[in-house]
């Protein structure tokens, strides 16, 4: 007897009834959702399946399940019973999604299987049958699919981050007073871009020019009001106003609309971008001013140097002359006639300073708002978390220095790099790890390897579940090391798992030295 595991029909020759799950983001013209559809009802027709149902997520990122419609559509149909079919067949796991945590992708499969409906690939060659190689098979491609769109983000991010340093304009309105001019490789100008225009050769560039001679002048009108004449933001606002001057998207002028042209960098002819971040669509960040990637005088400046900073210094001493106390009050009384903070009703209310004075003068906007008893409706708390793993990497430094020295060993610290070198012999980064928890509930930790550095040794210290203190330690070489970026999970077998260590003794035992006498 011969048994045919491809077969799917019924035993009364009756196909199978299937649906198919297709998703396109932008990757390439070969994954359409058309050209999925054709390998998939082939696969099907092969397979004895009938497909009865199209779930379709068209122009779709897969990196998480928010604004995927069809596939939590599919999910709900499955899970509550109104699925009328026994397998969903997909092109492939990356068209699944191309989760960050391969748990996911695989939580949303399960959730399948549990309800008596099998997912199948027809273009990743395995059989999907719960068998230890598929399960093996599978986690790869589920975390192949993961970092394909990890790395591309870094290499997005490093290729936008060298245009900025070339300056190079990288998305964004151009703002009053300004106009975006398309370029092409050789610097020469091609034309303005007017608004919702974007340049269609890929090799052509964008800058900012100043704009009509109007608005230029309106924009020096705006600073001299403010620096010579004592005029703070409002009136300037009602000044424009009245003369019927409206802001670059047309509207009204107001208090914050003036203060952000007073505070822009772009107008003395500053490049500054990644204020803040969305990478890899998870959480909007407002990254530390360090973290910034700018370049100066790339433009031609509206605002010359010293106007420009003397406009800054008027801002910056109104939260100076403030004591702590009377800024939180002006912050509740914000929040008492708004019933919410965010930067921009702050930036709006009069008589308060910025909300960039805020975040330097508490630490963050996070931090004030906690002082006055304002929760937003989103958590951040991780980035209180990275606040305070910050502010204890000095402590676990300073902890293995003593551990050095106590083994008889010898090290020095590198202001600028805060590497480590080891007995004159080896270069040592720390590297605090934060734990995250997963939407499955299962807790991972993220590691960037300083690539750059290129340190002989890294010490990696993963943090508990609660981020609260070290958990173990791991000591990796760089010569073993061939990823720039690892994800850790609580157990990560032999292969990385065989530089953990509970305590540092290891490492504080390798560094240990004894004198020698000097051979007669």
């Not at 106003?241 to 609309?257: E, H, I, K, Q, S």
Request: glycine share 8%; proline share 3%; with cysteine.
């Amino acid at each position: 007897m011969v048994i045919d595991w491809n077969s799917s029909a019924t035993g009364d020759g009756k196909l199978l009834r299937a649906a198919e799950y297709v998703r396109m983001s932008t990757d390439h013209q070969e994954f359409s959702t058309d050209n999925q559809s054709t390998a998939i009802r082939t696969f099907a027709a092969a397979r004895s399946y009938e497909i009865v149902r199209t779930y379709a997520d068209d122009g779709k990122s897969g990196l998480r399940i928010d604004g995927r419609d069809a596939f939590k559509r599919l999910i709900e149909d499955v899970e509550s019973g109104r699925a009328d079919f026994s397998a969903v067949i997909v092109y492939d796991i990356s068209r699944w999604g191309r989760f960050q945590d391969p748990d996911e992708a695989a939580m949303y499969e399960l959730r399948c299987r549990r309800a008596g409906v099998a997912v199948l690939y027809c273009a990743d060659q395995i059989e999907n049958d719960g068998s230890i190689g598929s399960s093996i098979v599978k986690s790869v491609k589920r975390v192949m699919a993961g970092v394909y769109s990890h790395d591309l983000s870094v290499k997005v991010f490093a290729g936008q981050a060298n245009l900025i340093r070339r300056g190079y304009r990288q998305g964004g309105a151009p703002g009053f007073g300004l106009r975006r001019m398309r370029v092409d490789q050789a610097g020469e100008r091609k034309g303005l871009l007017e608004r919702g225009e974007h340049k269609s050769i890929a090799t052509d560039r964008v800058i900012l020019v100043p704009g009509p001679e109007e608005e230029v002048a309106i924009v020096r009108e705006m600073y001299r009001m403010f620096v010579d004449d004592g005029r703070v933001e409002r009136e300037i606002a009602e000044t424009l106003n009245a003369r019927g001057v409206a802001t670059d998207l047309g509207r009204p002028w107001t208090r914050g609309t003036v203060h952000q042209v007073l505070i822009n960098e772009k107008y003395v002819g500053h490049n500054v971008w990644a204020r803040t971040s969305f990478k890899l669509k998870r959480e909007h960040v407002r990254n530390d001013p360090e973290q910034w990637v700018r370049a100066e005088d790339t433009f031609a400046a509206i605002i010359d140097r010293e106007t420009f900073d003397r406009a800054r210094a008027i801002i910056e001493a109104r939260s100076e002359r403030l004591s702590d106390d009377a800024m939180l009050d002006l912050l509740r009384s914000i929040l008492e006639g708004h019933g919410e903070l965010s930067g921009l009703i702050i930036d709006e209310a009069e008589g308060c300073p910025s909300s960039s004075a805020y975040r330097t003068r508490f630490g963050g906007l996070l931090r004030a708002y906690a002082l006055v008893g304002f929760s937003p409706d989103r958590s951040y708390r991780y980035l209180e978390i990275n606040r305070k793993l910050r502010a204890l990497h000095p402590t676990v430094v300073a902890e293995i220095v003593a551990g050095v020295l106590d083994a008889g060993g010898r090290v020095t610290g590198d202001a600028e790099t805060d590497l480590l070198n080891v007995n004159g012999e080896i270069a040592v980064s720390v590297v605090v790890m934060r734990s995250i928890f997963t939407s499955a509930g299962s807790t991972r930790w993220k590691l960037r390897l300083d690539t750059a550095l290129d340190p002989d040794l890294t010490i990696a210290v993963r943090m508990d579940a609660h981020n609260d203190r070290p958990m173990d330690f791991y000591l990796l070489p760089r010569l073993d090391m061939r990823e720039a970026t690892l994800r850790l999970c609580e157990h990560n077998g032999l292969s990385l798992d065989a530089y953990r260590f509970d305590t540092l003794e290891r490492f504080y035992s390798m560094t240990a030295r004894a004198p020698l006498p000097r051979a007669a």
